[in-house]
């Protein structure tokens, strides 16, 4: 991770000092070879709300001569396996539907100007609970699902950086497409398959890339379309794009892996079309 000069770690001085909500000084230093206490974080948590469209902030005292933090956020999946995050390495993260059903923690190492460095901190966002959607958007999501389409208004970039085209996408049970609203064409029509990925960007952004069954990346963006149109709501759309076509994508996947299974069973040859 990238290190970091961070204006919510604030320099803890006094050992008598109160540090954060109900924390207290930390009484176990660590110490290096030298007998010198290493550089430290106390009281290290998360504020924010750990939902989808909300901001978080890791934040702490520093001790012990700390000058700067290597932060990184990182996921922990159902099979426990740990993915640091791309990117996500400031004290500030926006979650997004990327981190739905996960468990979402944050990585601190202290450092001092001499290069010395402390003990890792970590600390994980919603008490340590996968992160879940708010009822609204689960149930906006639920509806889309039941239905088994959902058409969402969106910007597809064409050719050029500028060149942002107004576009649906729709969403269907066993595949999408993407039509281009001004030229009544379709861009893109084909079933969800294991090669075909949707991807947030790191930050506050409205946008989002769907790389097809070919590794064709196509940037998309929510910005301007909600009514009201405001970034939160813009964000919101975004994400529950998103959350849909994964839901319509996974359920394709685990009918894939009991055709499998069967398939294997009964030694006869299997394909995902």
């Known amino acids: 991770a990238t290190i970091i000069h961070s204006t ?17 000084p930390n009484d176990n230093q660590e110490y290096s070879a030298d007998g010198n206490s290493l550089p430290g974080v106390e009281g290290f948590q998360i504020s924010g709300d750990p939902k989808p469209g909300s ?79 708010d009822p609204e958007l689960q149930n906006d999501v639920n509806i889309c699902i039941s239905r088994g389409r959902a058409d969402f208004d969106v910007f597809v970039l064409m050719y050029s950086p500028e060149e942002w085209e107004h576009a649906t996408l729709v969403l269907r049970r066993t595949g999408y497409q993407v039509n281009l609203s001004r030229k009544d064409e379709i861009l893109i029509d084909e079933k969800y398959s294991p090669n075909v990925q949707i991807k947030i960007p790191i930050g506050r952004t409205t946008q989002f890339i769907l790389v097809s069954s070919r590794g064709v990346n196509l940037p998309f963006n929510t910005q301007g379309i909600t009514e009201p149109s405001t970034e939160d709501n813009d964000i919101r759309l975004r994400d529950l794009t998103v959350l849909v076509f994964r839901a319509f994508q996974n359920k394709v996947y685990l009918t894939f892996c009991v055709r499998y299974m069967v398939c294997v069973k009964l030694s006869v040859p299997f394909s995902f079309l």
């Open 8 to 24: 919510c770690f604030e320099e803890n001085a006094s050992p008598t000092k109160a540090v954060l909500d109900g924390d207290s």
């Open 55 to 133: 901001t978080l902030r890791a934040c702490g005292f520093s001790i012990n001569g700390t000058t700067v933090c290597h932060i990184q956020w990182v996921h922990y999946l159902k099979d426990g396996t740990r993915h640091s995050i791309e990117g996500a390495t400031t004290s500030d993260y926006v979650v997004t539907a990327d981190d739905v059903d996960t468990l979402l923690a944050v990585d601190c190492t202290p450092m001092d100007d001499n290069g010395r460095q402390g003990n890792l901190v970590m600390e994980f966002a919603n008490n340590a609970n996968k992160i879940t959607c």
